[in-house]
C-alpha cells in the first residue's frame, strides 16, 4: 500500500476504489488470512502416515468466490518419485517410481517403477499398465482407483456429482527437476516475491532456509549441484560399501550371489543400480562413484565426517569461503552438493578470525521464511 503515495491524485483514488471494491468481493486481508489458516489447519488436523491432504486452489489461498470449488491434494506417501534413476534412494520404505518425459508434451511426464521386484510392484499393481517391459503407472486407473460410487471422474480429480469437490490424487517428487529450473531464472516484475522464488528453490535444494547471496544475487548464475542428496547417500553408504567391497574381493560374483551372501533383503536391480554406479577400490580402501564421462575422473566417496573434515582443511589454507571449497572439492570427492557445503561450512567452521567477516549484515535481508499458506 506504501507505494500509493507516490501516484497522482486519479490513480491513488481509483486505486483505493479498487482495493475496497475488492475488499468487497474478496474479503479484506485480514479475513483471507483467517481463511488459509483454517484450511491449514483443516489439512494438519487431517495429516496421517501413509497420506497428506493438501487444501489447494483458491479456497485454500482465502479467495472465496462464489461458485469456486474446493481443491483438495491428497498426496500417496508411499511413493516417491524421482527425476532419474540416479538420485533413488535404495534403502528407503517408499516405492521409487521414476519421471519419464520422453515423448510428452512440456510439463507432463510418464511415471514408471523403478523396480519391477514383488516388493513395489503390489504396491501399484491395482493401476500399473506394463509397456515393453516396464512398469508404468496409468493416469486413468490411477484417477479412477479407490474412488467411491458416489463420485465422478473430473479431468484429473475425483469429483462429486455438483463439482464442488475436486479431489486429487498425488505422488510426491522432492527433487527441482530439470524442466522446473527455468522458473527460476525467469524474469519477472514481481509476483512471486523474488524471497518466495529463494525459498522455494531452497526448500527443493535441500530442505533448508536460504542463507545469503543465493544464486538469484549473483550475475554469474551456478548451476544446481547434480549430485544427490548428500544425507540420503550417507545413510545408504554403508550398503553400497558392502555391497562394492563383496563384487571387489569376489570379481565373479553376480548381484543373485551378492544378494544371498550378504543377506541385505535387497532387490537384484538395486545391487545391479549400485553395482553400476560405484566401486570398491582394495587399495585405497575407499568407495568411489563411477564417472559417465570419459574426462572425469572417478570421484572417492567420502562420508559426512570425512567431508567435514575437508571443509576445514580447505578453510585453513587461505580462509576460503563455501562456494571456493565447493568448487575446489567437487572434482574429487563425491557427494558434493553446493548448498549441504554451505550448511556445513557454517555450521562446522569455527574461525575465529573469519567469524566476525561471516556475521556482517548482509545487504539483501533473508529471513525464515513462513509458510506460504500461514503468512
Ligand atoms: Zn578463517
Redesign the pocket.
Known amino acids: 500500500m506504501f507505494k500509493i503515495y507516490n501516484m497522482s491524485k486519479t490513480d491513488r483514488e481509483l486505486s483505493l476504489n479498487f482495493y475496497k471494491y475488492l475488499c468487497n468481493v474478496i474479503g479484506t486481508e485480514e479475513v483471507v488470512k483467517t481463511r488459509r489458516k483454517l484450511f491449514c489447519a483443516l489439512d494438519s488436523v487431517l495429516r496421517h502416515p501413509t497420506f497428506t491432504v493438501i487444501s489447494s486452489g483458491s479456497k485454500a489461498e482465502g479467495v472465496d468466490l462464489n461458485g469456486s470449488d474446493y481443491d483438495l491434494m491428497f498426496v500417496l506417501e508411499s511413493f516417491q518419485v524421482y527425476e532419474n534413476m540416479i538420485k533413488v534412494s535404495l534403502f528407503t520404505n517408499k516405492t521409487p517410481i521414476i519421471m519419464d518425459i520422453s515423448d510428452t508434451k512440456p510439463g507432463f511426464t510418464k511415471l514408471k517403477l523403478f523396480d519391477r521386484s514383488n516388493k513395489y510392484l503390489r504396491h501399484i499393481i491395482q493401476f500399473a499398465e506394463i509397456l515393453e517391459k516396464e512398469t508404468y503407472i496409468s493416469s486413468k486407473l490411477f484417477r479412477e482407483d479407490h474412488m467411491p460410487d458416489c463420485m465422478i471422474i473430473h479431468g484429473p480429480c475425483q469429483s462429486n456429482p455438483d463439482n464442488t469437490i475436486d479431489f486429487a490424487r498425488c505422488v510426491r517428487c522432492e527433487e527441482w527437476i530439470t524442466p522446473a529450473h527455468p522458473w527460476i531464472y525467469r524474469s519477472r516484475s514481481s509476483w512471486p516475491d523474488h524471497r518466495l522464488v529463494m525459498s522455494v528453490t531452497a526448500m527443493m535444494e535441500q530442505n533448508t532456509v536460504p542463507d545469503e547471496g543465493y544464486v538469484f544475487e549473483r550475475k554469474r548464475k551456478k548451476g544446481i549441484s547434480k549430485d544427490p542428496n548428500a544425507e540420503t547417500f550417507w545413510a545408504d553408504m554403508p550398503y553400497y560399501v558392502e555391497i562394492a567391497k563383496a563384487k571387489e574381493q569376489n570379481s565373479k560374483w553376480g548381484p543373485k550371489k551378492i544378494i544371498a551372501e550378504l543377506k541385505l533383503g535387497l532387490s537384484e536391480r538395486v545391487v545391479k543400480t549400485v553395482l553400476s554406479q560405484y566401486f570398491y577400490d582394495q587399495n585405497t580402501d575407499c568407495l568411489f562413484r563411477k564417472s559417465i564421462d570419459l574426462n572425469v575422473h572417478h570421484r572417492r566417496c567420502v562420508s559426512k565426517n570425512d567431508l567435514v573434515n575437508m571443509i576445514k582443511e580447505n ?1 585453513k589454507k587461505d ?1 576460503r569461503k563455501a562456494d571456493t571449497i565447493y568448487e575446489a572439492l567437487r572434482t574429487t570427492v563425491f557427494p558434493v552438493v553446493r548448498e549441504t557445503i554451505k550448511i556445513l561450512f557454517k555450521t562446522e567452521v569455527k ?1 575465529q ?2 567469524a566476525s567477516a561471516i556475521d556482517l549484515p548482509k545487504t539483501t535481508t533473508t529471513r525464515r521464511p513462513n509458510s506460504s499458506y500461514v503468512s
Open positions: 578453510h580462509h574461525c578470525q573469519c
